[in-house]
């Protein structure tokens, strides 16, 4: 392969010809930081490029291939969101409070990549404390689609997302609460996983809603989205949501045969407001998987999906509450200093280290926890959260698969929705019922809509990732929308 295509390679394609000695990683890793520098003035999806560090473990990956120690990710350059924490590399949610904080350890996935060989470019631009659809919220600038810089890329993982549709980096890490990973792996047109909510180690994951978080990969190709989970899968004892059971090879389950697999499409995912163009494209895949043998269902009814995303909007910013107090302006990152008492230093650390977006899902979460009030939503929402659960587990009872959009719409215009909150709220109305009940969802490219990405969503039951990636690896094999990239020049 010519040498001005490397940054165009999935993860698995740069692995085989770093073991076959074709190209080095220090190569490789030259040429995506080149890339880096030449599209990162039209994208903005780093908030931190780490050339020095990403030479100097290519360099020892090189070392690893040569003496036959190197593993399916050894040599091959990614990228890590900026909320996933990276020993002596800046980490700062994309915001103010954390500007300047350097964390003295490294989160478990982290490690377990370094562990493999995989080459860190930099960190990935998001929105402030993971909060929000469209990496608009970042305190530092916003990122742009690279089908259409002229749009958003999805939130709030949106810096992995468009540095993967950029051709910056060859698997990346996001974080996933209501959303975060599949809706921008939707509006970018690559794929995206949600694991299972203690499938990956959330240690050293800067916590948003603890209970909704997880960290799962973003790549080019279902293969790809495969060999990075048999990397970060497993159980850590630093993380006490962790789930103690074996971790399969998921690259077992990548065989196109979805002959006999039930196939269930609930109808409260094709909701009021979807693009036609959308929906099109949707229906077009589950005539392809009707085709490739599948048993699908159209008479699937979740009726309790029309509550995900107030029990989201009251379950997320409570936990946000509890986990954002901790910045006081006394432990570390952003402080206040030019006041008279403790009291005013706190709260000009909070008013100034916050954006508007963490302010306002702050309050709400202090409201829906205040006395008073905790019965009437908190409870509530709580007790909602069991019954979407429920109507699941009795779907997977029929199902082996769910189906549906990822997102309702394709990539909006920048600045379309800074203005109605609610209205930004909506773009996660078909991936927040995934993060409420703990299952697994993976986002594959689907098809376009007026030139821009259409991703198609899978679910399963807990901890069935295999299942999955069986059906996704199917579909993606059958139609190839994963080779096209974005023209960025």
């Known amino acids: 392969m010519p040498e ?18 074709k190209v080095s990683s220090v190569e490789l890793t030259k040429k995506l930081l080149e890339r880096i520098k030449k599209t990162e003035p039209k994208v903005k999806a780093y908030v931190t490029v780490t050339e020095d560090v990403a030479l100097a473990q290519a360099a020892e990956a090189d070392k690893r291939i040569a003496g036959g120690n190197a593993g399916p990710l050894t040599g091959v350059p990614m990228l890590i969101k900026d909320n996933i924490s990276t020993k002596g590399v800046r980490t700062t949610c994309s915001a103010r ?18 562990d ?12 402030e404390f993971a909060m929000g659809s469209s990496t608009e919220n970042s305190a530092f600038f916003p990122t742009h689609n690279p089908w259409d810089l002229s749009r958003v890329p999805g939130g709030s993982s949106g810096g992995p997302a468009a540095a993967m549709a950029a051709s910056e980096c060859l698997f990346a890490l996001g974080s996933d609460t209501g959303g975060s990973i599949r809706q921008p792996a939707s509006l970018c047109g690559i794929v995206g996983l949600k694991p299972t909510y203690g499938r990956v180690s959330r240690f050293g994951l800067v916590a948003f809603a603890s209970s909704l978080d997880q960290i799962g990969p973003m790549t080019r190709d279902v293969t790809d989205n495969a060999l990075v989970m048999n990397a970060i899968a497993g159980y850590d004892a630093a993380d006490s949501t962790s789930v103690n059971l074996p971790v399969p090879d998921y690259t077992k389950a990548l065989r196109a045969d979805v002959k006999g697999m039930r196939i269930g499409v609930p109808k409260e995912y094709f909701v009021k407001g979807m693009d036609d163009g959308v929906s ?23 009726p309790s ?36 008492t403790m009291w005013e230093a706190m ?42 659960s429920q109507e699941f587990a009795e779907a997977f009872k029929k199902y082996d ?12 215009k920048l600045g379309e929705k800074t203005a109605d909150p609610v209205q930004m709220y909506l773009s996660d109305v078909c991936t927040l019922p995934v993060n409420i009940a703990g299952i697994p969802g993976i986002s ?15 679910m399963a039951k807990p901890f069935d990732e295999e299942t999955l990636f069986r059906a996704a690896y199917t579909y993606e094999q059958a139609n190839g929308w994963h080779k096209l990239r974005a023209n960025l020049g």
Request: proline share 4%.
């Open 347 to 388: 709260e000009k650390t909070r008013q100034f280290g916050f954006g508007p977006e963490v302010k306002r899902r702050i309050m709400l979460g202090a409201y829906a926890l205040s006395a008073g009030y905790y019965d009437a939503y908190y409870l509530k929402a709580q007790k909602i959260r069991t019954i979407i």
């Open 4 to 21: 001005q295509e490397l940054f165009n390679l999935s993860a698995h394609e740069a692995s085989d010809l770093l073991k076959q000695r």
């Open 116 to 127: 493999a060989g995989a080459v860190l470019l930099g960190k990935g631009n998001m929105d």
């Open 444 to 458: 594959i490219p689907a098809g376009f809509y007026d030139g821009l990405p259409v991703g198609l969503q899978l």
């Open 305 to 340: 999906t029309s509550l995900a995303l107030a029990v989201y909007y009251i379950i997320a910013p409570s936990e946000a509450s509890a986990n954002l107090a901790r910045y006081d302006g006394v432990k570390y990152g952003f402080s206040a200093h030019d006041t008279a």
């Open 280 to 302: 099109d494209v949707i229906e077009r895949a589950i005539a392809k998987f009707t085709e490739q043998g599948a048993i699908v269902d159209r008479n699937v009814s979740l």
């Open 401 to 412: 698969v769910l189906l549906s959009p990822t997102s309702p719409t394709t990539a909006f």
């Open 97 to 114: 409070m954390l500007e300047n904080f350097m964390p003295v350890y490294d989160a478990t996935v982290t490690k377990k990549l370094a």
